[in-house]
């Protein structure tokens, strides 16, 4: 009898069917022999499914005839408590509880990966408690006194076709989990852990779900260490705006238009350039949804990554950049290129523009819209940021040496370099780890107000606003409520994370099975970093010196007659800009949100 237990699939089933005496008793009799038999395929890793339903029922089964007619031993003395314990070791017991209450059906893979099969869509996830367990051993942060490990979640869409954007099918949703710890103050991948992949075009309208079941396998999970037994608590999930639209079942409408469009406050889209400050809005913060499932005031949680690197700060360049060649005819590309240029050398920012930059780049013609260039220039966040930098320490000595005699022009200019201020300090507020979370509130509502106060008396009343601009007005109650600086909601190394997942997928030619390929390659690169030496701590924040302070403002306050010609051609920025917010609700595009489909796509226009 006991050969038809060895297998792990025939040892479940011969459990289940046990409804005699004769098996029962032999259950009694052996029940430690089968019980180490079954911690021994579990070490293995065998291959075995599940099914809820007849587990579940066949567990009550076999656990009312046990209590009704035979007397328990093993020192179990007729407890029920301790023989259901007993059997839930058996029956239940993974490591994931709450999943397999969760999921129509749950198969571990061999090397611990977990195949979790919802209803419409699968997933592939880690084993969370090894992963964990092994990574906080090496790390060494945790104190005596911690009895809770806070984390963060992380989702994006990750493109891994080779032919273009729009092949959907090798879109992949990639959720990944940072530790927040006082210990971690640096930006290093090696905290951005990869905890589950699935198949975009399958859990995109089941973001929700997806994410209540990756919360409870962090809630449900237990870590030991040193002696004790953590317990894990999700603080915020964070993402680009797509993400958390979905997440939080809101339209993908990044403009001024329509209503119910912002997750994070009641102001309808129609009615956001009424709203000009941080104080304004403060009244129409939404309040959390407790039902939903998800952290409290997850709501709040706005990417400053995408909100700003690749969002204002990219509008900002290609809007001064256009502005500046309209107030100073002097200003030809080739000579911002050679000024730009000039200025990455002294703030040692040459390496990396070196590769990427050249003065066609600045060829923006004025009289004409090109929407191709969709009111950016072709550059990635990160790029963005340094030669925004750039440019406006240009602009500013340009300025300064260039007898400029027609004052209303001499004021335009320092609009615009306030406004590039404003902009570079909020980018660079975002990414500091080191900030009192108290000087960052202040410094932010500061930063913002004067932002939006500059936007307007640069471009007047035509400038409209859009989604990752509105953000910025509710950083403020987020840091509130978190305590926390904003570079651990930011995505920029997540993103990069990403990049590290394709890496991993290049090394197979399996595509049938995207999800296990990238699950199987990083739990196995995860192993390896176990055995690597620990390597110098690197900081996120890289500011130059940036000096948070304003200098005078009353330019900010004067209105000033354009004539019809400079009038047109901010009309054409200004119309460049929103052409760009219009494309991203149906177009993929890879410096910003991820491909949107039009059945996602509901704009309540006026």
């Given at each position: 009898?006991?050969?038809?237990?060895?297998?792990?699939?025939?040892?479940?089933?011969?459990?289940?069917?046990?409804?005699?005496?004769?098996?029962?008793?032999?259950?009694?009799?052996?029940?430690?022999?089968?019980?180490?038999?079954?911690?021994?395929?579990?070490?293995?890793?065998?291959?075995?499914?599940?099914?809820?339903?007849?587990?579940?029922?066949?567990?009550?089964?076999?656990?009312?005839?046990?209590?009704?007619?035979?007397?328990?031993?093993?020192?179990?003395?007729?407890?029920?408590?301790?023989?259901?314990?007993?059997?839930?070791?058996?029956?239940?017991?993974?490591?994931?509880?709450?999943?397999?209450?969760?999921?129509?059906?749950?198969?571990?893979?061999?090397?611990?990966?977990?195949?979790?099969?919802?209803?419409?869509?699968?997933?592939?996830?880690?084993?969370?408690?090894?992963?964990?367990?092994?990574?906080?051993?090496?790390?060494g942060f945790l104190t005596p006194s911690d009895n809770e490990i806070n984390v963060i979640l992380?989702?994006?869409?990750?493109?891994?076709?080779?032919?273009?954007?729009?092949?959907?099918?090798?879109?992949?949703?990639?959720?990944?989990?940072?530790?927040?710890?006082?210990?971690?103050?640096?930006?290093?991948?090696?905290?951005?852990?990869?905890?589950?992949?699935?198949?975009?075009?399958?859990?995109?309208?089941?973001?929700?779900?997806?994410?209540?079941?990756?919360?409870?396998?962090?809630?449900?999970?237990?870590?030991?260490?040193?002696?004790?037994?953590?317990?894990?608590?999700?603080?915020?999930?964070?993402?680009?705006?797509?993400?958390?639209?979905?997440?939080?079942?809101?339209?993908?409408?990044?403009?001024?238009?329509?209503?119910?469009?912002?997750?994070?406050?009641?102001?309808?889209?129609?009615?956001?350039?009424?709203?000009?400050?941080?104080?304004?809005?403060?009244?129409?913060?939404?309040?959390?949804?407790?039902?939903?499932?998800?952290?409290?005031?997850?709501?709040?949680?706005?990417?400053?990554?995408?909100?700003?690197?690749?969002?204002?700060?990219?509008?900002?360049?290609?809007?001064?950049?256009?502005?500046?060649?309209?107030?100073?005819?002097?200003?030809?590309?080739?000579?911002?290129?050679?000024?730009?240029?000039?200025?990455?050398?002294?703030?040692?920012?040459?390496?990396?523009?070196?590769?990427?930059?050249?003065?066609?780049?600045?060829?923006v013609e004025l009289e004409e819209i090109d929407i191709t260039k969709k009111g950016k220039l072709p550059l990635s966040g990160s790029n963005t940021l340094?030669?925004?930098?750039?440019?406006?320490?240009?602009?500013?000595?340009?300025?300064?040496?260039?007898?400029?005699?027609?004052?209303?022009?001499?004021?335009?200019?320092?609009?615009?370099?306030?406004?590039?201020?404003?902009?570079?300090?909020?980018?660079?507020?975002?990414?500091?780890?080191?900030?009192?979370?108290?000087?960052?509130?202040?410094?932010?509502?500061?930063?913002?107000?004067?932002?939006?106060?500059?936007?307007?008396?640069?471009?007047?009343?035509?400038?409209?606003?859009?989604?990752?601009?509105?953000?910025?007005?509710?950083?403020?109650?987020?840091?509130?409520?978190?305590?926390?600086?904003?570079?651990?909601?930011?995505?920029?190394?997540?993103?990069?994370?990403?990049?590290?997942?394709?890496?991993?997928?290049?090394?197979?030619?399996?595509?049938?099975?995207?999800?296990?390929?990238?699950?199987?390659?990083?739990?196995?690169?995860?192993?390896?970093?176990?055995?690597?030496?620990?390597?110098?701590?690197?900081?996120?924040?890289?500011?130059?010196?940036?000096?948070?302070?304003?200098?005078?403002?009353?330019?900010?306050?004067?209105?000033?007659?354009?004539?019809?010609?400079?009038?047109?051609?901010?009309?054409?920025?200004?119309?460049?800009?929103?052409?760009?917010?219009?494309?991203?609700?149906?177009?993929?595009?890879?410096?910003?949100?991820?491909?949107?489909?039009?059945?996602?796509?509901?704009?309540?226009?006026?």
């Amino acid at each position: 009898m006991l050969g038809s237990c060895k297998k792990a699939v025939d040892m479940i089933e011969y459990l289940i069917n046990s409804r005699n005496g004769e098996n029962l008793r032999y259950l009694q009799e052996n029940f430690d022999l089968l019980y180490d038999l079954d911690i021994r395929r579990r070490e293995k890793k065998k291959s075995f499914t599940l099914n809820v339903d007849l587990i579940r029922n066949s567990f009550q089964q076999v656990k009312k005839y046990y209590l009704k007619n035979f007397t328990m031993s093993q020192g179990l003395n007729n407890d029920e408590s301790n023989f259901e314990e007993m059997l839930n070791k058996i029956f239940f017991e993974e490591g994931m509880e709450a999943p397999i209450k969760k999921y129509t059906y749950v198969t571990t893979i061999s090397n611990g990966i977990f195949y979790r099969e919802y209803p419409n869509y699968p997933a592939m996830t880690i084993n969370l408690k090894e992963d964990m367990e092994g990574f906080i051993t090496k790390e060494g942060f945790l104190t005596p006194s911690d009895n809770e490990i806070n984390v963060i979640l992380y989702g994006d869409d990750i493109d891994t076709t080779k032919i273009g954007h729009n092949n959907k099918n090798g879109v992949v949703t990639h959720i990944g989990y940072k530790i927040y710890h006082k210990n971690i103050v640096t930006s290093q991948l090696k905290y951005y852990r990869t905890y589950s992949v699935s198949e975009s075009k399958k859990v995109k309208k089941n973001y929700a779900s997806y994410l209540k079941a990756c919360v409870n396998d962090f809630k449900n999970t237990v870590i030991q260490y040193q002696n004790r037994q953590l317990s894990i608590k999700i603080i915020a999930i964070c993402g680009d705006n797509e993400f958390l639209q979905l997440l939080h079942g809101y339209k993908l409408n990044w403009r001024d238009i329509g209503s119910n469009n912002c997750r994070c406050c009641f102001v309808d889209g129609r009615n956001w350039k009424y709203y000009r400050s941080v104080e304004s809005i403060e009244g129409m913060i939404r309040p959390s949804d407790l039902s939903n499932g998800l952290p409290l005031n997850n709501h709040l949680i706005s990417d400053p990554f995408h909100d700003l690197h690749e969002g204002i700060a990219s509008y900002a360049l290609y809007s001064s950049v256009c502005y500046s060649k309209i107030l100073f005819s002097d200003l030809t590309s080739s000579y911002i290129y050679q000024g730009i240029m000039h200025h990455a050398t002294l703030l040692n920012y040459d390496k990396p523009l070196k590769s990427i930059l050249n003065e066609k780049i600045f060829l923006v013609e004025l009289e004409e819209i090109d929407i191709t260039k969709k009111g950016k220039l072709p550059l990635s966040g990160s790029n963005t940021l340094y030669i925004l930098r750039c440019f406006y320490e240009f602009l500013k000595a340009y300025i300064s040496y260039t007898n400029i005699e027609d004052n209303n022009d001499r004021i335009k200019a320092n609009q615009l370099i306030i406004y590039l201020q404003s902009v570079l300090g909020l980018c660079y507020l975002s990414q500091d780890p080191e900030i009192d979370v108290g000087v960052l509130k202040v410094e932010w509502v500061k930063h913002t107000n004067i932002f939006f106060k500059s936007t307007y008396a640069v471009f007047g009343e035509r400038y409209r606003q859009f989604t990752k601009m509105h953000n910025t007005l509710h950083i403020k109650y987020m840091i509130d409520y978190y305590d926390l600086q904003l570079f651990h909601f930011s995505t920029i190394r997540f993103e990069s994370a990403n990049a590290r997942i394709k890496q991993l997928l290049l090394l197979s030619k399996n595509r049938r099975n995207i999800s296990k390929t990238i699950i199987t390659k990083s739990m196995y690169d995860s192993y390896l970093e176990n055995f690597k030496e620990k390597e110098e701590e690197a900081f996120i924040a890289d500011n130059r010196n940036w000096n948070y302070d304003f200098q005078n403002m009353d330019c900010l306050d004067i209105s000033l007659n354009r004539c019809d010609a400079e009038e047109s051609l901010l009309e054409n920025i200004v119309y460049s800009i929103n052409q760009s917010l219009e494309s991203q609700n149906t177009t993929y595009d890879n410096d910003d949100e991820t491909y949107q489909e039009e059945s996602f796509y509901d704009s309540d226009d006026d």
